[in-house]
């Protein structure tokens, strides 16, 4: 500052006859900060068979929505069996979101930009044995689990 006012301003210890410049640390904390961490620090792009996939790697207990629910295609009972899950976990204050629209590799990729860290899939096998496919956002590593255990397994996850 002194450079550009013209004005010096160093301090003089009387007793020591010294000449200080003090110097402020000015610390600030606030949301804006913390949230343009998190996300700088979980953003990523990764090519995946020739084509660049963005993630929003949020540790699962940060992501706003905690699973994509989706079925596979929009007939045969499966959209009505996915809102079904999709109604349930948002009962259970777990933040879902439903989505049919477009390709279902598209729809996961869509969630993978939101930071969405799970996405289930109802598929025919769902309406046979009353299982899902689930898909993990960092390995994309796909398991099939029981409607019943859609909670357990997300809650165990989620932290």
Do not use: W
Request: proline content about 5%.
């Amino acid at each position: 500052h002194q450079e550009f006012s013209g004005k010096r301003l160093e301090y003089i210890d009387p007793v020591a006859q010294k000449r200080y410049l003090p110097y402020i640390i000015e610390t600030s904390a606030g949301a804006d900060r913390v949230a343009l961490a998190i996300l700088a620090n979980g953003y990523r792009e990764e090519e995946v068979e020739g084509e660049t996939r963005v993630v929003l790697a949020l540790k699962p207990s940060l992501a706003p929505i905690k699973a994509g629910i989706f079925p596979l295609v929009k007939k045969d009972g499966m959209p009505e069996r996915a809102r079904a899950i999709h109604d349930d976990l948002r009962r259970r204050s777990i933040p879902s979101f439903y989505d049919e629209a477009g390709a279902i590799g598209r729809r996961y990729r869509r969630q993978d930009e939101a930071g969405t860290p799970f996405c289930l899939t109802v598929d025919g096998e769902t309406l046979e044995s009353g299982t899902v496919t689930v898909r993990d956002r960092d390995s994309m590593e796909q398991v099939r689990i029981g409607e019943t255990q859609i909670v357990e397994y997300l809650r165990e996850r989620l932290g």
